[in-house]
């Protein structure tokens, strides 16, 4: 993994210093609020319903025990011993005491972390494939980009005041596991007619109370020219963009306002006008990148056969909780984080130091951070597979319910979110408990069950196969559902709500309704959103509202 040298340490330790004497300013009435919340913003603190909430970056999702076991610190001396990760592989943490945050970003930069530019109107943490490097279906890993992208979007002079917030993100791999379509920008690594490797770019993604299916920009450029052409990209939006209204501030209103052959006008008129100062990656700069992530020093080895005789508990686990590896003898390992003990996302002090041990024995080290609010150990022998899924066993982190209904991603929710509408860790309880039976789950196959607490859409509910979605009546929680929404690839797409919204309650008896539909109408193969596909929502409304007899 990258390695900061001496200008990124000092970034980061400048900004620690910075921020110590700011927030002693404000606390101490020297620093008026409104001067002190974008300063704040700007590292990753927000004002929560119940107490401040840090952002934690984490570039592309990539994790070393050292930084586990400093997560696990945090957690345990400045939290309420537990922290989440978010669906931008980030982690949050949601009890920090305001005076004290310093002293975690000081203890952050020790094991080369910050949270610089995780929230505000600046250039976000760049995200990419959770299984970047050990994918059986990819064509050039995408950290190295995602690296080369994050050192020139950090504290980037130009793009530190945008209109809005703005979101990149990189997938190298034919399946697009990172969602490259409902960002601002992104980056899909492919070959030309000719062999050269270089990117598409899309552009005007994003979810939220506008959302849209990003467009290609450009169907091909070469890697010298990636970060100039996102230069001109960002300067358009940036006088372009709107700033009379924060909803509609995107980058997708622009460009769906102008229309992606405007916009892309626009954007090459500046690139033209600003290419003898652009900044241009030179090979020598890209393979300095590239060296930070050569592969481990796998062993050499082959494919064996790990589940006969080991029961059927780990057979369920090897199957939904693990996939392929391109190198012979290895799989890559879920840690769930779905547990029906804690809400989605959330691991707590001792899991995080046990996993952080666990990383070292099994993985080289390493662990990811997903989309999805779930861990990885990417390199595992297959041979290792029983003896770590015991120990994951052991410190509740191996569900074997990766890909099923259960494996549900939601944002905190009314339950800690000032900007919320409802509560979504309620609904998470109704639904595992409705929902426990894993052979059910299993015979339902892929369900991806997406949930916001408001329109802000940070548990991206729609690109839910099905998405909940939850809305204030008159002073009460409603939840809307939608269905037939989907995240990655060419399958990217927004879901559509079905009707009227339901109570808490209801939630799990319109899921069964709805899977009663699914199952008696799939075809052979057909996962949930197939069939939504091919039949539309109609059916479904249908029985989502007949009542029980």
């Not at 994918?135 to 050192?151: F, G, I, S, Y």
Request: one cysteine or more; aromatic letters at 10%.
């Amino acid at each position: 993994m990258y390695k900061y040298d001496q200008i990124d340490r000092q970034i980061v330790n400048e900004r620690v210093a910075q921020f110590r004497d700011q927030t002693q300013r404000f606390l101490a009435g020297q620093l008026p609020e409104d001067d002190f919340r974008q300063l704040r913003l700007r590292n990753g603190l927000y004002i929560q319903r119940y107490a401040p909430m840090l952002r934690v970056s984490i570039p592309y999702g990539l994790l070393s025990s050292a930084q586990l076991r400093v997560f696990a610190r945090i957690a345990r001396e400045y939290d309420k011993g537990f922290g989440h990760f978010t669906t931008r592989q980030n982690i949050q943490y949601n009890w920090p005491e305001l005076a004290k945050v310093p002293d975690i970003l000081e203890l952050l930069a020790t094991v080369e972390m910050h949270a610089i530019q995780t929230s505000g109107n600046c250039i976000r943490n760049v995200t990419s494939d959770h299984l970047a490097g050990v994918a059986k279906d990819e064509l050039e890993d995408p950290r190295p980009w995602c690296e080369l992208v994050r050192q020139w979007a950090t504290v980037h002079p130009e793009f530190n005041f945008l209109p809005r917030k703005f979101k990149i993100a990189v997938t190298g791999a034919v399946a697009d596991r990172a969602a490259v379509r409902v960002h601002d920008i992104g980056l899909i690594l492919k070959r030309n007619a000719v062999g050269v490797l270089g990117f598409e770019i899309l552009v005007g993604g994003g979810l939220g109370r506008m959302p849209i299916i990003g467009k290609t920009i450009y169907d091909f450029i070469e890697p010298h020219e990636l970060l100039s052409r996102l230069e001109s990209i960002l300067r358009v939006y940036n006088l372009e963009g709107r700033r009379d209204n924060i909803h509609k501030a995107r980058i997708k209103v622009l460009v769906k306002a102008l229309g992606i052959d405007k916009f892309r006008e626009m954007v090459d008129a500046d690139w033209a006008a600003s290419r003898d100062y652009a900044p241009s990656l030179t090979d020598a700069e890209i393979e300095r990148v590239k060296s930070f992530f050569a592969p481990p020093a796998y062993q050499a080895l082959t494919d064996v056969e790990v589940v006969t005789g080991k029961g059927n508990e780990f057979r369920r686990w090897y199957q939904q909780n693990t996939r392929a590896h391109k190198v012979p003898g290895y799989r890559a390992v879920f840690l769930s984080l779905k547990s029906t003990q804690r809400p989605p996302g959330d691991i707590t002090d001792s899991q995080l130091d046990a996993v952080a041990d666990l990383a070292d024995a099994y993985s080289f080290g390493e662990v990811r951070a997903t989309h999805d609010q779930n861990l990885i150990f990417a390199d595992v022998r297959q041979q290792d597979l029983f003896d770590l899924w015991q120990k994951l066993e052991s410190i509740d982190l191996a569900r074997a319910n990766i890909g099923t209904l259960t494996d549900m991603i939601a944002c905190p929710g009314l339950d800690l979110c000032s900007l919320a509408n409802a509560r979504t860790y309620t609904v998470v309880d109704l639904i595992n408990e409705r929902f426990d039976d894993l052979d059910y789950l299993y015979d339902l196959g892929e369900i991806q069950l997406k949930m916001s607490g408001c329109m802000n859409a940070c548990g991206h509910h729609h690109v839910g196969h099905i998405g909940i979605l939850g809305v204030d009546k008159h002073g009460e929680e409603w939840y809307q559902v939608t269905i037939g929404g989907a995240p990655n690839g060419q399958e990217a797409d927004l879901g559509e709500v079905i009707g009227r919204s339901f109570k808490q309650e209801e939630i799990p008896d319109v899921l069964e309704r709805l899977f009663r539909v699914y199952i008696e109408l799939r075809e052979e193969g057909e996962r949930f959103v197939d069939t939504v596909r091919r039949l539309g929502i109609g059916p479904f409304k249908a029985g989502a509202y007949a009542q029980d007899h």
